[in-house]
């Protein structure tokens, strides 16, 4: 929550300085339950789904109005999940931020090393996609035909091979779902300082034109074109 204080004070600053400026909240981390947590839910890897679609529409020339009006309409879409089998390491500290037994796997980890709400022993690749889409899948409701987004993120410490075997873990339920997926990400994004685990984002591609604003073409090494 500081980071919202200090972002909202920021904002209110620059409207005083007469800047017309907008605010998105990106609240996507669905490890939290129930209703009455919304507001304390964290920004987690969607934020990088919102700032490639925010960042596509600004560089079309979308007002700074409909930019708002975007980004209000995409943040109740994105949801994320992950894990971990190892905390982060805090800049200026040697000890990680928790530490899990070997071969032990943590839910719901948050990208400053906060830790997740279920442990348990790891078994396999196919078996942490399984609890991460039925997570996914129990907040969105989604049906078959439905369209979205995907975005497997590393949070620091996972191998290319680890990450890419997940992915193709999480298409093939998605596939067994029923659902659509038109846009695929899997890479480094948005880390968490050698923590080994990663996160699964999805957005719910409610409107066409939200996929044309992802598949826009921009010039940064974490963002690979395909």
């Known amino acids: 929550m500081q980071d919202v204080t200090q972002f909202t004070a920021a904002r209110d600053e620059l409207r005083q300085a007469g ?6 909240i990106v609240r996507d981390d669905v ?3 129930g209703t009455d947590f919304q507001q304390r839910r964290r920004g987690v890897a969607g934020t990088v789904l919102v700032h490639k679609i925010i960042g596509a529409a600004a560089a079309q020339g979308m007002s700074v109005d409909k930019l708002q009006r975007l980004a209000d309409q995409l943040l109740p879409e994105i949801k994320t999940i992950g894990f971990s089998s190892s905390g982060a390491v805090i800049p200026g500290h040697s000890n990680p931020s928790f530490k899990l037994p070997e071969n032990t796997i943590s839910y719901g980890v948050g990208i400053h090393g906060e830790p997740g709400y279920h ?3 790891f078994q396999s690749s196919e078996m942490l996609a ?9 907040n969105f409701h989604w049906r078959a035909d439905d369209h979205f987004a995907v975005l497997v993120d590393s949070l620091g410490g996972t191998t290319a091979m680890e990450t890419l075997v997940f992915a193709n873990d999480v298409r093939q339920l998605l596939s067994l779902a029923g659902v659509h997926v038109d846009f695929a990400k899997v890479g480094t994004f948005l880390s968490s300082n050698g923590m080994h685990g990663l996160s699964l984002s999805l957005l719910h591609l409610v409107d066409p034109s939200w996929l044309q604003l992802l598949q826009a073409p921009v010039q940064t090494p974490s963002w690979p074109q395909a």
């Open 130 to 138: 399984h609890e991460l889409v039925n997570k996914l899948q129990i």
């Open 119 to 121: 442990e348990e022993p």
């Open 31 to 33: 490890s939290v339950a």
């Open 19 to 24: 800047w017309h400026v907008g605010m998105a």
